[in-house]
């Protein structure tokens, strides 16, 4: 069983940073792309950031800019900085990790910013 420990969640002001991180507890084989989603209240699930293994990024359109994800892969590990921050950036923003044919969700960091 393969878990997805993220941190770095919590209180910022508008224009501020944080910076998010997720690590496996073991070491995983074959995974395709690392990336970020988030969920606001009353709202679906969104994808943020995603970075393939070859490191190829591909960001929402609304974070593009200001939201840069990286990758260790020795480590197993994402990494979302998040700057510029917005309130609408306020979500539960949740880690995943592909492995062919499964899909690793972490368990969810709270992210709010105040105006």
């Known amino acids: 069983q393969v878990h997805l420990v993220e941190s770095g969640g919590g209180l910022v002001q508008a224009g501020g940073s944080l910076r998010l991180s997720c690590a496996a507890s073991?070491?995983?084989?074959?995974?395709?792309?690392m990336g970020w989603y988030r969920q606001a209240p009353g709202k679906q699930r969104e994808l943020v950031a995603v970075?393939?293994?070859?490191?190829?990024?591909n960001y929402a359109d609304s974070v593009k800019g200001r939201f840069t994800i990286s990758r260790d892969n020795a480590k197993i590990a994402v990494f979302l900085q998040m700057d510029s921050l917005k309130p609408e950036d306020t979500a539960v923003y949740y880690c995943?990790?592909?492995?062919?044919?499964?899909?690793?969700w972490g368990q969810g960091t709270q992210v709010t910013v105040s105006s």
């Open positions: 995943n990790v592909v492995v062919p044919p499964l899909a690793y």
């Open positions: 073991r070491s995983m084989f074959s995974i395709n792309a």
């Open positions: 970075i393939t293994s070859g490191g190829v990024t």
